[in-house]
């Protein structure tokens, strides 16, 4: 689209690009709905396949009306050399969620990840590359109601902070969490499109926006290695079902639907249900990386020398491989650390194979039907049930944790005798069905799988909240990413669980990514500078070294911290405050300790306040959510009431896990925080 000059009315220019644009994407829907696929499959098959992948592209290319179908635009100045925007050269380029073209195939709308949408998010006055002309825009619902340019080659135009941007930034909340493609910042924008082939850590605090930086750059791999993420798959792992919920619909938003997403305990659930919880101390040991080789000892002692030969008879012969040598084939498999259910198929085929070099010398002239045919054999499969019988993971971890001598048999050096008590069954079952088995334990199981037989890999794995995970779910993970990449995303000092990691350094070793690069993300754009000022006065208490967020957002008044005279005043001051954040625009979450939730309940019924559990999604019409501080981590509301924050920090095991819980809640706000205490408040909050 040639650059010219603008009209005497601009907005309203732009406004006819985004109709016409609107008009072209529905176009381009409608072609692919009336496709006919009668004549072009070979079966139904085939049929049903490709109708799927016509019905994806449908849903692809829907137009979502809250949601701009651009939302800037560059004009490039004339561009020299191949290095420099080859392609571009005088042209403007609308940028958007996704790529729209009219009848002729010319482009009305350039997705946001395209080579030449990058300068938009990197251009800058030191660095223009070849931009000369950079809009944003913004919208009122979907309507386009304002524009804001930058002249980026003018150096009579003086650098200053884009409203349009902040206005996005800031935007009320309702609903769930939301794309920031019109938002990215340059040193998100480098991690957003950093290579498939590296795994990626991103340390970030509250408000960094590391999160939507992780799905944007499952969004961008998607875009960039369409064919063979298509192949292996991609995998969004979170914290818990209520944070997923909120995050599900930034990547439909952009165009991908096929990204799969679970927490930990969904992926390993499929072998044990879950019905039982640990103590933190048994929790912590269960998750310990050392219960790697507990396991893997375990399954090994399953393997039994033989003493007796194995006899193949074939018709009028017998063919007799000694003992001696079955067990230098066990001894060997052992020794090249084989996958235990690998060894266990590849056995009766070494078997057979001795027996084969046999027929040979005694003149037979035997092919592989026969070596099939004699693994067969059943003296050859009693001897390999005999020698490596098979193994049933659960099974295998149900004895480790009822059964005192095996466990202690297999954890001599590993765990001491207090712990091996700590991990024991109180009551042992009779069965896996029967036994009350825990969420560390399932993880356990799932170890146990993989040492019998390889957990499929997929191309790309993000994990969220990754500094809550234990050593071994971390294993867990990296199975499932083994052959591929990780963006893994979190923050030290949000650290809430028993066994949450010290370091990056140990967390991508048992990932099993220790190359990973790790990036920091310092700049907060979400949290206002008051409210993280207050917050990060915990820090050298819950993270002694992390370096404090650098809120963008200034916003006075935005944090009040108000003492209650009387304890059973106390719900009735949060309902008011609750009522004082209603008259604000945007969603509203009052966060407390676990156990003031019933109280609290309580409360706002009476009051006549109907509200909302985490995760369930916000309206105009219902914008106050219930929130349990166990459950506020990832989620984010435009004003919160913080109620009793000692109850917070109590409601925890230990005073540190205590103090990163209130941290996680105090940094919930995106435009205010209101703090109600009746008890004194934590003395590193003084």
Known sequence: MPAHEETSNPLERERA???????????????????????????????????????????????????????????????????????????????????VHDAHGDPMVIDWRAPVSQPFYQASRNNPLDVDHRRRFGYTGGELTAYEDEHLTDPAETEQTSRLLQAEIERPRVGPMRDIVA??????????????????????????????????????????????????????????????????????????????????????????????????????????????????????????????????????RRWRVPAYEVEEMAAELLARDMRYGAAHEALPQRIAHAVLVRMEEAGEAPDDRVQNAVARNPAVKAAVKAVWPAVEPAKLVLRLLTDAEFLAAHAEGILNGDEQKQILMAKPARSVKAARWTAADAVLVDEAADLVARTHSLGHVVIDEAQDLSPMQYRAVGRRCSTGSATVLGDLAQGTT??????????LFHLGKADALVEELTAGFRVPREVIAYASRLLPSISPGLAPVESVREAPGSLAVREVAEAGELDAAVVAACEESLRHEGSIGLIAADARIPALAAALGAAGHAYLSPGEETTAASRLTLVPASLAKGLEYDYVVLDEPAAVVDGEPDERTGLRRLYVALTRAVSGLIVLHAAELPEQLA
């Open 17 to 99: 690009h985004l109709a016409a644009s609107r008009a072209a994407l529905r176009a381009m829907r409608e072609d692919v709905q009336a496709l006919d696929i009668r004549d072009v499959t070979a079966n139904w098959v085939n049929a049903a396949v490709l109708q799927s992948q016509i019905d994806d592209r449908i849903k692809a290319l829907a137009d979502l009306a809250h949601t701009p179908l651009f939302f800037g635009r560059l004009d490039y100045l004339h561009v020299v050399g191949a290095e420099k925007a080859e392609g571009a050269e005088g042209e403007r380029f609308y940028i958007g969620r996704r790529h």
């Open 498 to 507: 028993p066994w949450s990691t010290a370091s990056w350094e140990q967390a």
């Open 183 to 316: 938002t990215i910042q340059p040193e998100q924008d480098e991690i957003v499109r950093s290579d498939l082939g590296g795994t990626v850590c991103v340390q970030g605090g509250p408000g960094t926006g590391k999160t939507a930086v992780g799905l944007h750059r499952v969004a961008y791999l998607l875009y960039a290695h369409r064919e063979r993420l298509a192949r292996t798959g991609t995998l969004v792992v979170g914290p818990n079902r209520s944070f997923l919920h909120y995050i599900e619909q930034v990547l439909p938003a952009l165009g991908e639907l096929e990204v799969q997403q679970a927490t930990v305990e969904d992926l390993v659930a499929a072998r044990v249900e879950v019905r039982g919880t640990d103590e933190a101390t048994a929790a912590v040991i269960k998750g310990d990386a050392r219960m790697a080789e507990v396991l893997r000892r375990a399954i090994r002692s399953h393997v039994t020398m033989p003493v007796e030969p194995v006899v193949v008879v074939r018709g009028s």
